[in-house]
């Protein structure tokens, strides 16, 4: 799987967006970016992931580049809940399920 | 509608004993994937069962073992315990045809003394 490179942390002020880059430019064409986070003693949450388009769920945004060498993750509104380590990941999907390999993501916190 | 089970949810051991950690995937998830994660570290992949086999293993001694069972519960087995076998032990589930992202636990805190 390719490797990804993260600031170790960030920043963000109530309300405003989070906007949390991942390079990636190893890259492989059939490997997916992903992105999960994890609250202080809780285990990894799952919120998006793509393929080369820019993809939006209920959580997040996840905007890809043209040569799909870095993504950025967009949080909206950023809510102290929103604080987290956040992990980007490439990955492979194979029929079993793809194998996660964590690096040591992004601290984002969220501050009044 | 229950999400990963996962227990104990701590433990303490000794330096040699064995333990066995359990899962219980969520409704409708077929797959199982284990985790170790040190304190201050990402998690790192042990291993993954589907269809009560192990699929994919990571960089893990065989001390480490497993197994998943009809109902696609899994319990993870660590032998001959270490002290650097202390961490948090997660374990995610998904359903293979669907592949969405996998749902973790909340984990089992280990430690060993």
């Known amino acids: 799987d390719a490797k990804t490179t993260q600031p170790p942390s960030m920043d963000c002020a109530e309300g405003r967006a989070a906007n949390l880059p991942c390079n990636h430019s190893t890259i492989s064409g059939n490997e997916y970016v992903y992105w999960y986070r994890q609250i202080h003693s809780q285990g990894p949450q799952y919120i998006i992931h793509g393929l080369k388009n820019n993809e939006t769920n209920e959580m997040a945004s996840l905007i890809i580049t043209e040569d799909r060498k870095s993504s950025t993750l967009i949080l909206p509104h950023a809510t102290l809940r929103d604080t987290a380590v956040y992990y980007c990941i490439v990955s492979v999907r194979t029929g079993g399920g793809n194998k996660l390999t964590f690096g040591t993501g992004t601290q984002l916190k969220v501050e009044l | 509608d229950a999400g990963v089970t996962q227990s104990p949810t701590h433990l303490i051991k000794t330096r040699g004993q064995q333990v066995t950690l359990r899962c219980s995937p969520k409704?409708?998830?077929?797959?199982v994937s284990w985790y170790q994660q040190a304190l201050g570290q990402g998690p790192q992949f042990i291993f993954q069962?589907?269809?009560?086999?192990?699929?994919q293993r990571g960089n893990f001694p065989d001390r480490f073992s497993g197994h998943q069972f009809p109902n696609y519960s899994s319990e993870l087995n660590v032998n001959a315990l270490l002290l650097g076998d202390s961490a948090l032990y997660l374990c995610?589930?998904?359903?293979?045809?669907?592949?969405?992202?996998?749902?973790f636990g909340s984990g089992t805190r280990l430690t060993v003394v």
């Open positions: 069962y589907y269809e009560e086999e192990e699929r």
């Open positions: 409704s409708g998830h077929d797959t």
């Open positions: 995610a589930t998904l359903n293979r045809q669907a592949n969405y992202g996998y749902t």
